[in-house]
């Protein structure tokens, strides 16, 4: 199994000094722990510099599974979905010279960086601090949004499924014919044609060389019919993932971790397993699982501290 581990339990397990223990259990199984970038970012943004290095250098450990940064596979899911239902935005002479270069910078054993995470996380952390300003508060501005555009008598309850949730953009939009449509479509959609919109974002750093935005997103009717009706949740799993975390979380208070975890939460076509300390997080986790139109992880909680550490180890040998 691949097991992604969140960020309290990195912590939890830097505490107890627990990382070489970890990394012998599970070489008696044949499961990895998976380290996501979202999870390691968020380690690399902690003022304690100690805590910070501490971190670093456990999650960088070359014995765990790592994955690719959320954008790039969102990314990469858009893009089959473009050449699947709008192969006249691919452009015809692909330019892919920078996407290779990023690309390669993150699967790199030494070198890119991972290694300049393991090494100097406190260069990265001043990288990432510059980076992060309006991107995360504007993440942050999305979750307090979320309620807007939500049909009151189609607003979920516990037991109601997140796939019956509909919506209505605020203004009238070219190519929508004014009736709801699924929730996580407007999500995707407002999403997207914003950070696609941003020459230098990560989505469009990653997607650019391949598909010429500007005849997508210029071509406003098409851009909206292609999100509205068109697309299908289980080729942009991340996405739906996306939309059904920040959606649940904007009933509870928005937080700083609230982006966050709707980042990790998109890795969870990636994985097995997840494993956080966060119950509320867990239960969000598993309502995906449940209603979600595609396979999803199992996620569970484990307590905090030592324990914490103790019910972690006791999974990876049970399974």
């Not at 941003?198 to 469009?204: C, D, K, L, N, R």
């Not at 979380?249 to 300390?277: M, R």
Request: hydrophobic content about 40%; charged content about 30%.
């Amino acid at each position: 199994m691949l097991i992604l581990l969140d960020s309290n339990v990195w912590r939890y397990i830097a505490d107890a000094d627990a990382a070489g223990a970890l990394q012998s259990a599970v070489a008696k199984t044949r499961h990895r722990i998976v380290v996501a970038p979202a999870v390691l970012y968020e380690a690399i943004r902690m003022r304690d510099t100690r805590l910070r290095q501490r971190l670093a250098e456990i999650m960088t450990r070359p014995a765990w599974h790592r994955l690719m940064p959320d954008a790039y596979s969102e990314c990469e899911e858009l893009r089959s979905e473009v050449q699947r239902l709008r192969p006249e935005w691919l452009r015809e002479r692909p330019d892919l010279g920078w996407y290779r270069r990023i690309r390669s910078d993150w699967k790199k054993a030494n070198g890119g960086f991972w290694s300049r995470a393991r090494h100097k996380p406190d260069i990265e952390h001043e990288y990432i601090g510059a980076l992060d300003g309006e991107t995360i508060e504007r993440a942050r501005a999305n979750a307090r949004r979320q309620r807007q555009g939500i049909s009151d008598k189609n607003r979920p309850t516990l037991g109601k499924p997140l796939n019956t949730v509909i919506g209505r953009p605020p203004e009238p939009e070219v190519g929508w014919d004014g009736e709801a449509v699924e929730a996580w479509r407007l999500h995707a959609w407002s999403f997207m044609t914003s950070s696609l919109g941003e020459e230098g974002s990560a989505h469009h750093d990653w997607i650019s060389g391949a598909v010429d935005l500007r005849l997508a997103l210029f071509g406003a009717a098409n851009w909206t019919r292609f999100w509205f009706y068109d697309v299908d949740a289980p080729h942009l799993p991340r996405m739906w993932l996306r939309w059904s975390m920040e959606f649940m979380q904007s009933f509870h208070k928005v937080t700083d971790g609230t982006p966050v975890d709707a980042q990790i939460a998109s890795y969870a076509t990636d994985v097995d397993l997840i494993v956080s300390a966060d119950t509320r997080f867990i239960a969000m986790c598993e309502r995906c699982r449940r209603e979600a139109p595609f396979k999803v992880a199992e996620a569970i909680a484990v307590g905090g501290g030592e324990a914490g550490v103790e019910e972690l180890f006791d999974l990876v040998r049970a399974r």
